[in-house]
């Protein structure tokens, strides 16, 4: 039933010059007996910095909140974390820490309340795992390690020891370790992971799709896990500037490209403006 659907939305969208692609991300049978390193999650960037929802956030990758996108089926979440930032005064003395892109001054919101999207989510659906994945200005890695053990999200930390394999997801599910975070900033836990040490990343400044070829600015290909960026780098124009490169072709050429180049699937397929995307379909695809 779902195939013949399916196929239908695609000859419908075909017709009509619309995206068609797999609604949500599918725990299913073709992935939950594989490991972490071996899956690929369809991933937001800036994910914080969205257009509709409670905040209000200036320049935009994202159409909707983060409650939204878990809801959609988003599994992965790059998050910018900060803490004062001289262009917003009210932060000057402030201790705690914040989520904004670049300047706080263009919006701004407190981890703690990211963090409680998060822990709801995973308090309801028993089956899900979540990957954050923290880019920062923050060195005092003790404050963003506090924010997490203050708050009931941290009995869903998955704690990995240095020499330890990535579990099977299934195991993730029935220990109830379901959320791994990583870190640019300095990891000083079990749980708080260094990407350095278990991730390689693609160039992120793409100005075309031309500018897509996959070259590795981050780590190295020997590590465990891929975050591939697919957006284009600009501040003004975000949403049309990424609407042709978020189409099946586009996504799923450089998610193969990439995937020979480097040996490894792209573990966290990385977009702006999801909403308006293949990145589903595209997942599900690289999964089987």
């Known amino acids: 039933m779902f195939k013949h659907l399916f196929l239908l939305c695609c000859s419908l969208a075909f017709m009509s010059h619309v995206l068609c692609q797999v609604t949500g991300f599918m725990m299913n049978e073709d992935i939950i007996h594989k490991k972490f390193n071996e899956v690929c999650f369809p991933t937001t960037h800036n994910s914080f910095n969205y257009l509709i929802g409670p905040k209000h956030f200036i320049y935009p990758n994202q159409r909707y909140d983060i409650p939204r996108q878990l809801e959609d089926g988003i599994r992965a979440f790059m998050i910018d974390i900060h803490s004062y930032n001289g262009l917003n ?38 089956k899900e795992i979540i990957t954050i ?57 079990d749980w708080y992971l260094n990407q350095d040490q278990y991730c390689f990343e693609n160039d992120y400044k793409n100005h075309s799709a031309e500018d897509y070829h996959c070259k590795i600015i981050r780590g190295d290909t020997s590590k465990d896990l891929f975050i591939m960026n697919h957006f284009l780098y600009n501040i003004f124009n975000r949403k049309k500037v990424n609407s042709n490169t978020n189409s099946y072709s586009s996504l799923m050429s450089h998610s193969l490209y990439c995937q020979r180049k480097t040996g490894h699937i792209p573990n966290f397929l990385s977009i702006d403006w999801y909403d308006k995307s293949d990145l589903f379909r595209v997942v599900d695809e690289l999964n089987k």
């Open 89 to 126: 005064p009210f932060l000057r003395r402030d201790k705690k820490v914040y989520t904004f892109h670049k300047f706080a001054v263009l919006g701004f919101q407190p981890l703690s309340e990211i963090l409680s999207y998060f822990s709801s989510f995973l308090s309801t659906h028993p």
């Open 133 to 189: 994945i923290f880019d920062c200005t923050i060195e005092e890695s003790a404050r963003v390690v506090g924010a997490f053990e203050s708050h009931p999200i941290f009995s869903f930390l998955y704690h990995k020891l240095a020499n330890q394999e990535w579990p099977v997801l299934a195991d993730m599910i029935q220990q109830n370790q379901r959320l791994v975070v990583l870190t640019h900033c300095s990891g000083s836990s």
